[in-house]
């Protein structure tokens, strides 16, 4: 995850509290989905940003859980993100970033 | 008129791995924030040789030297299994040396910015000067060197950055002004190389056109860099810098930048002005991104493999009236992704690919190859990016399925039939879609396609000034001779006279 937003979801976890924020990843790779997630609950694995050594433990979730969908508009979802479905393997995404978030997380939905 | 004639094309490689070692963004910034570290130490152990490069399968089919068709069924990795003794030259252009570029940076150079010394100089001369497109005139721009104790002069105690060549010193490229940074050396020397890069495809566009330079009408150039000074940092005009060392005497003409979509852009501007009469002809051209050298080499280097990332790619595409010879660009169903059309892939995908054919009265299954972002996938997989031709084909597929025009099943079929495989270095606007352009109009003439959709794609959030993403695309086929068409001439009018003058006698008779 690149440092700035690193410091994006650092600054709102401060103005709002970390158990107040839900991450939503879009990562079309399950390896790089994993490490945005570890960003934001384990703390930046790399060691280069904001994030280093600041285990926020967010509730982070991939766009193809069921969860998130549930929460999308029917026809907002087959407008935005229908094609998608048929293009990512979004078990393999949703997944990653499910093993990530039981396994680092703080908060849920 | 809304064709315009793809009347020629080249395709160049710039093989320079010791700029990308110095001046890669990824290597450059490590260096500066950590300093030597481990990655440091051990990229140099990953970087390919010049013959390993030019053997490189995806280089190849880059400069015309090989097969697209072949490098689809190439055994994977490529980078183990390259070539046998492939040559430099391919039908479209070269992979330059690190050496010879070089020296062509310093005949680009006009202001005493680059200086190479002089034993280098000297050797470079030698071998620019059995280059094939090189004239003397170009040869005549190289200068003889400077002594090697006023190099390091000019590094230690001016600000010149070095450039090298196998590991030693072989020259500098000097500041433009002492606190202006869009004058340091470093943009400088991203600047002139850029500009190199232009010139090498432009001469080699018009030895394999047969043009001479001063029939060059205008010149459009769609690389990402800025040129400029402190006050307009992105003032210009690589275009006419190019074409003056080119010795395009009556050319003029201008730069287009949106990121990776600026070459689409750049032919669509280009075609528009041939196609409305304002120009007889428009050469579009662009040179690499040394920023995006080793780009994405600390993977490569944790995973064991060649650093790739070692080119700087160009390419100069020359456009001029549809005589029914070449194959054609058409102006009348250009794909738009405009400010509303939203940002998700599906949004942009429809506006790409979709309403163009929609437009004219085509499915998906009318076009033959599609070519969007080409990146090699061997250099963008390890980092975690995939296969991005792949995943464009993927998507093209997925649309074509939400519009009913093919089944879900049917989906890795038409990737593997319409897709073309990624043969392009990272290089940004590089590898979106252009580089195809060779390729396609080569089948077309011979009759394998009829039609083929090229597409770019631009991140123009990069620049932090919108959240808007950039795209636009244009279908080429086989030329009509529209240009023949058009008008109507004094010839024209006399024999409709002569007609209708028939016919009412004739009336006026029976």
């Known amino acids: 995850m690149d440092l700035q937003n690193q410091q994006r979801v650092k600054d709102a976890a401060d103005k709002y509290g970390a158990e107040n924020l839900v991450v939503i990843l879009g990562s079309s790779d399950a390896e790089g989905a994993e490490i945005y997630a570890e960003t934001v609950t384990n703390g930046d694995p790399t060691f280069a940003g904001p994030l280093a050594g600041v285990p926020l433990g967010l509730a982070v979730y991939n766009i193809f859980e069921q969860d998130i969908r549930e929460e999308a508009d029917a026809s907002i979802w087959e407008e935005q993100i229908s094609m998608m479905e048929m293009v990512l393997d979004t078990e393999a995404l949703a997944n990653a970033v499910k093993g990530v978030r039981e396994q680092y997380g703080k908060y849920t939905l | 008129m809304a064709h315009v004639a793809i009347r020629g094309y080249s395709y160049c490689l710039n093989h320079t791995p010791e700029l990308g070692l110095h001046y890669g963004n990824t290597p450059y910034m490590e260096r500066k924030s950590h300093g030597e570290t481990e990655f440091i130490k051990k990229l140099p152990d990953h970087v390919q040789s010049f013959d390993e490069a030019c053997c490189y399968p995806p280089n190849q089919v880059y400069i015309g030297g090989m097969d697209l068709d072949a490098l689809v069924d190439h055994p994977a990795p490529m980078y183990l299994n390259r070539l046998k003794n492939a040559p430099r030259f391919g039908k479209f252009g070269e992979i330059m040396p690190e050496n010879e570029f070089l020296g062509l940076m310093d005949i680009c150079d006009v202001f005493d910015l680059i200086w190479l010394d002089e034993t280098f100089a000297s050797d470079v001369s030698g071998a620019l000067a059995k280059h094939p497109v090189m004239n003397q005139k170009v040869l005549s721009r190289l200068e003889k060197g400077h002594a090697s104790s006023e190099i390091e002069e000019e590094v230690s105690k001016h600000g010149a950055l070095p450039l090298y060549f196998q590991g030693k010193i072989a020259g500098c490229c000097r500041k433009g002004h002492d606190v202006d940074e869009s004058l340091s050396a470093h943009v400088l020397l991203e600047n002139i190389a850029s500009k190199a890069g232009s010139v090498l495809a ?84 662009a040179g690499g991104a040394i920023p995006k050298l080793f780009m994405n080499s600390r993977d490569h280097v944790k995973k064991g493999m060649p650093a790739l990332e070692d080119c700087l790619g160009n390419f100069a595409i020359l456009l001029d009236p549809d005589d029914g010879t070449c194959p054609v660009m058409r102006l009348d169903a250009l794909g738009k992704h405009s400010v509303g059309a939203g940002s998700s892939p599906q949004a942009i995908t429809s506006a790409l690919v979709l309403e163009p054919l929609q437009k004219l009265g085509l499915t998906f299954s009318d076009v033959d190859k599609f070519a969007a972002e080409l990146q090699i996938p061997e250099i963008t997989v390890p980092a975690g990016a995939g296969d991005v031709p792949v995943a464009n084909f993927k998507m093209i597929a997925a649309l074509a399925v939400m519009k009913g025009q093919l089944t879900k099943e049917e989906m890795p079929a038409f990737v593997k039939q319409k897709g073309i495989p990624g043969f392009a270095h990272t290089q940004g606007h590089i590898p979106s879609g252009v580089p195809f352009i060779g390729h396609a109009c080569e089948a077309i003439a011979e009759g394998k396609y009829r039609r083929v959709m090229i597409i770019g794609k631009g991140s123009l959030f990069l620049a932090r000034l919108t959240n808007l993403s950039d795209g636009a695309s244009f279908i080429i086929e086989p030329g009509t001779g529209s240009s023949r068409q058009q008008g109507v001439t004094r010839e024209d009018v006399r024999e409709i006279l002569l007609e209708a003058l028939s016919e009412l006698s004739k009336g006026l008779t029976g």
């Open chain 2, 202 to 285: 432009l001469l080699h566009l018009l030895k394999s056109t047969e043009l001479a330079p001063g029939d060059v009408d205008y010149v459009i150039e769609c690389s990402e860099e800025a040129a400029g000074d402190m006050n307009q940092r992105g003032g210009g005009n690589f275009a006419k810098a190019v074409a003056e060392i080119a010795g395009c005497t009556s050319a003029s003409g201008y730069d287009v930048r949106s990121f990776c979509a600026a070459p689409v852009n750049a032919m669509i501007a280009g075609a528009a002005q041939v196609a409305s009469g304002a120009r007889p002809n428009v050469v579009v051209l």
